[in-house]
């Protein structure tokens, strides 16, 4: 999925949802360790990084995406990996309701 909110992208010029987060989690968690991240590193059981870590990903989700992240909505489901937060922005960024479990 690929949407872009600047005015003036189209196309490929528009960086993909999933890679800004990524690129984010990189720079300001990883300190620039890209090997250390894939779509499918699990966050919690690795010890990628922490509790604090995952709030600032949250806070980069909501500023960046403009979404509101609801305490329900703070679950492993939801925040286990890369693919994970993107099936999550998917949902929100279209007004989808939250997955069944």
């Known amino acids: 999925m690929q949407i872009c909110f600047e005015k003036g992208f189209k196309g490929n010029n528009c960086m993909n949802n999933i890679d800004k987060v990524r690129e984010f989690i990189i720079e300001q968690l990883l ?45 492993p489901e939801n925040f286990e990996n890369l693919n994970c937060i993107a099936k999550f922005l998917e949902r929100k960024l279209n007004g989808l309701e939250k997955p069944v479990k």
Do not use: A, C
């Open 31 to 75: 300190y620039g360790e890209r090997d250390k991240l894939t779509d499918e590193t699990p966050f919690y059981n690795t010890g990628l990084f922490d509790s604090l870590g995952m709030l600032e990903v949250i806070g980069f989700l909501e500023e960046t995406f403009n979404i509101t992240v609801e305490d329900d909505e703070l679950i």
